[in-house]
């Protein structure tokens, strides 16, 4: 069968903040026009100002306004957009979203709504991986029947023991349990909150790796069947689940590892015929490597992403929407140098307070290799209704020590008056002989910020 090749004139970005800017950067070098959605505590957001058009979508909380379907679909009938940009958040992953998008008549500018739902379901995901020959950690390989179901697992696996949600993910409703008596308990309480929390109560187990590094690839795929992937992304650097700095390639792996997951990727892909961008995550312990979770959307951290491989992922995820083949087919794409992003959360970086309000004084940083993505400008006030994260401060090197040379350069120079951000406990972090050796696992910036060592 042909496929269609669409030309999108205007597409709608159901979104806000830096990556609403950052899509909309991306639309604007391919000729493409843009809506902006807002909500009444964005009148006068960057992403607004920035669109050819803006609509109004309802009050501040999201879920009136970037998560208010109808209000976005009528947002899109009315100012005729061709496509949908979901972002990262909000109704990225939302399956019923892009299905009722795509029933529209309108392009969702991502998966396909199965794949997001396959990928949302952690069991059936883990299910599709052990199909397709992807290594998952042991554990009960699918949802847990009762409690006398969980005990007979942990004692074939060996405590300690994970249970997690098949509706979760990112770390939503997990608990460890070290014994069959915690055990017994953690599955009581892990389902009672899995049904209140997702409406699904299913829940199942793994062995709790202790102290993994968390290693994601990006792939791209078309709708011609070809599918490449751009390296991978070290993730480690995290506090309570949320990341703030990444880097790629991670330091931890060489070259014959990266190429082993890198076909893995290319084979999930395939297998399940998938379409567009999207990451495979995986935990890396003892030189094994497990996969957890899909991710059906672009992310936070694409730019390391970007940096090393030259390529455009938003450019290209847009013009694979479009029906285009990618404009590098090759699977081996050539990986160049180092890259760092802290992520930039307007929070006090001792207490991790939010800290919304006036930016009184903005400097970006420059110079060659530093990029910021930001929706940040002087006078702006942050607002307290959204994610605290404002920038990206993202950096490139030949090596990954001149990558992290300029990256205290450029968090040196970085201004942001007004509010309190976690600027100051970049400084520390990329200042640290852990962080300089690569030695890092998900534990440590917990450690650091309790002992101050990494
Ligand atoms: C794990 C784990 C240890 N053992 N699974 C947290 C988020 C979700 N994507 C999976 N997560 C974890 N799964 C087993 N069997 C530790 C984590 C985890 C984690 C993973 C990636 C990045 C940050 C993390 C922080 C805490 C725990």
């Known amino acids: 069968m042909a496929i269609e090749i669409k030309k999108f004139k205007k597409i709608l970005i159901a979104n806000r903040g830096e990556i609403a800017v950052r ?25 607004v100002k920035m669109a050819n058009e803006s609509v109004c979508i309802g009050p501040a909380q999201a879920d009136k306004s970037y998560l208010n379907i109808p209000a976005i679909l009528s947002a899109a009938e009315v100012t ?10 909000f109704l990225s992953e939302n399956a019923k979203f892009a299905q009722i998008v795509e029933k529209l008549g309108f392009t969702f500018i991502g998966p396909k709504h199965n794949h997001i739902t396959l990928m949302g379901d952690k069991v059936e995901a883990i299910k599709c991986m052990i199909k397709t020959g992807v290594p998952t950690i042991p554990g009960s390989g699918g949802a847990i029947s009762d409690v006398e ?5 942990a004692n074939k696996i060996g405590y300690p023991v994970l249970i997690k949600a098949a509706a979760g993910g990112g770390g939503r409703g997990m608990q460890v349990a070290h014994s069959d008596l915690a055990l017994r308990k953690a599955v009581l309480i892990a389902k009672a909150e899995a049904k209140a929390a997702f409406g699904d109560d299913r829940i199942y187990l793994e062995k709790f790796l202790e102290k993994p590094r968390h290693i994601e690839v990006q792939i791209l795929a078309d709708m011609h069947g070809n599918v490449i992937t751009l390296g991978e992304r070290d993730c480690s650097m995290q506090r309570r689940y949320q990341k703030i700095i990444e880097e790629s390639p991670s330091p931890a792996i060489n070259d014959k590892q990266r190429k082993y997951i890198s076909d893995l990727c290319v084979k999930i892909c395939k297998d399940i015929g998938y379409i567009g961008c999207g990451t495979v995550e995986f935990l890396y312990e003892n030189d094994e490597f497990y996969f957890i979770e899909m991710n059906t959307r672009l992310q936070v951290e694409h730019p390391v992403t970007e940096m090393v491989t030259g390529v455009d992922l938003v450019k290209e995820q847009i013009n694979v929407a479009m029906g285009h083949e990618l404009r590098i087919k090759k699977n081996d794409i050539e990986l160049r140098g180092h890259s760092i992003e802290c992520r930039i959360n307007a929070e006090n970086a001792e207490t991790f307070r939010p800290s919304p309000g006036k930016v009184t004084e903005y400097f970006v940083p420059g110079g060659p290799d530093v990029r910021v993505d930001s929706c940040l400008y002087n006078n702006c006030t942050i ?3 959204y994610d ?17 040379s300029r990256l205290q350069r450029a968090l040196n120079e970085f201004i942001v008056g007004g509010v309190d951000t976690i600027l100051p406990l970049h400084q520390r972090l990329v200042s640290t002989n852990a962080f300089a050796k690569g030695e890092y696992n998900i534990h440590s910036v917990g450690r650091f910020i309790e002992n101050k060592r990494l």
């Open 149 to 153: 179901d969980a005990v007979k697992i």
């Open 388 to 404: 605290a994260m404002v920038a990206k401060l993202i950096v490139h090197g030949s090596t990954r020590e001149e990558a992290i």
């Open 383 to 385: 607002s307290p209704y």
């Open 80 to 89: 005729d957009v061709e496509a949908i940009h979901p972002g990262y958040g």
């Open 23 to 47: 899509i909309h950067r991306a639309c604007q070098e391919l000729g493409i026009q843009t809506v902006a959605v807002h909500s009444t505590a964005d009148n006068d957001a960057l992403h």
